[in-house]
Nanobody
Framework: QVQLVESGGGLVQPGGSLRLSCAASGLMLSFMGWYRQAAGKQRELVAAITSGGTTNYADSVKGRFTISRDNAKKTIYLQMNSLEPEDTAVYYC??????????WGQGTQVTVSS
């Protein structure tokens, strides 16, 4: 069984930065990522990283967001720079074990507003 605990959300002005963290407990995860869901919209992939370090980003965040992973700590990070109001959403951590079992974190609110 895997649990994911997110932290680091909050309110930031346009152009500002935030760093999200997601710590996993339990089994090692082969795939971890960040999704977000804005009000009235579907949940979408923001960034993902495999245990080997391969990354993938949504076009809307390329060049602004960076996902990284510390396997020893079973933790992933999402560094978000040049934040825009359109980035406002609840951000969810997602993880999948090598056997394919998936789990979600509880979500953390990110609000970009002046």
């Amino acid at each position: 069984q895997v649990q994911l605990v997110e932290s680091g959300g909050g309110l930031v002005q346009p152009g500002g930065s935030l760093r999200l963290s997601c710590a996993a407990s339990g089994l090692m995860l082969s795939f971890m990522g960040w999704y977000r869901q804005a009000a009235g919209k579907q949940r979408e992939l923001v960034a993902a990283i495999t245990s080997g370090g391969t990354t993938n980003y949504a076009d809307s965040v390329k060049g602004r967001f960076t996902i990284s992973r510390d396997n020893a700590k079973k933790t992933i990070y999402l560094q978000m720079n040049s934040l825009e109001p359109e980035d406002t959403a609840v951000y969810y951590c997602y993880g999948k074990t090598f056997l394919g079992a998936a789990t979600w974190g509880q979500g953390t609110q990110v609000t970009v507003s002046s």
